[in-house]
């Protein structure tokens, strides 16, 4: 138990009466304020329910919501008071780098075209100890005019021409074939096993050519590397 704190867990339940009037009253007045973000008001009626006796089964049940959420946001409250119920860790909307900061990171993210955002939030971390949610990191890339771009597959030197005259040819082959012969395709001509195209983040308004080779080979925006998932959810797709 944090010095001043009024309540007791007894087998993770949470002993009701912990608010004061005044924050009750306050709590109250977010939960039924029209104007206030919905999920904030859905926290703050949520705490006062569990003041109120309802344990966080009931509150997450009428909620629509897992117990543990509505134990993780009591434990918020405790911690943080209301800032902490209106804080979502989606700092992308809020920028803490300074302009010097961001032009840096503009020039990290087009010279080094990372293909997720894990790369950009351990630059972040590593260059100026800030740290990002995944959502929050997408929206400061957004801003910043980067996007995340996925290359379209495309066959490479498509001949329609040389194309049906291999068809006629095989046809003519089959149709030639003795009793006892057969055609057999082995499948061990692949210079790279199992390679796909994968994503980059990019500046918006740039077409990147997949022969594009500015991009060190561990962060490769057209190769797939293991241990480091691309954001398939980001840009356009959004991380």
């Avoid at 009253?25 to 999920?39: N, Q, S, T």
């Avoid at 109120?52 to 909620?63: F, I, Q």
């Avoid at 804080?87 to 075209?113: I, M, P, Y």
Wanted: with cysteine.
């Amino acid at each position: 138990m944090t010095p001043g704190a009024r309540w007791i867990r007894v087998w993770l339940m949470i002993r009701p009466g912990f608010l004061s009037a005044a924050e009750r009253g306050a709590l109250i007045a977010v939960a039924r304020d029209g104007l206030v973000e919905h999920r904030v008001a859905r926290r703050a009626n949520a705490i006062v329910l569990l003041n109120d006796g309802w344990n966080c089964e009931e509150v997450g049940s009428a909620l629509l919501l897992d117990d543990d959420t509505v134990r993780e946001w009591f434990e918020v409250y405790q911690r943080q008071g209301m800032a902490g119920l209106r804080n979502f860790g989606h700092e992308g909307s809020s920028c803490q780098l300074t302009d010097e900061q961001q032009t840096a990171l503009k020039a990290f993210v087009t010279t080094r075209l990372p293909r997720s955002t894990n790369a950009i939030g351990a630059w972040l971390r590593k260059n100026y100890e800030l740290s990002y949610s995944h959502s929050g990191l997408i929206a400061l890339l957004h801003r910043l005019g980067f996007v995340y771009h996925k290359p379209q597959r495309v066959p490479r030197k498509l001949d329609e021409a040389q194309q049906q005259a291999f068809i006629a040819s095989y046809e003519k082959l089959l149709n030639r074939l003795e009793p006892d012969e057969s055609v057999v395709f082995v499948d061990a001509v692949h210079p790279t096993h199992q390679a796909r195209p994968t994503g980059c983040w990019a500046p918006k308004d740039v077409a990147w050519d997949r022969a594009d080779h500015r991009a060190p080979a561990p962060e490769h925006p057209w190769r797939d590397q293991s241990g480091d998932r691309a954001d398939a959810d980001a840009g356009g797709p959004e991380d």
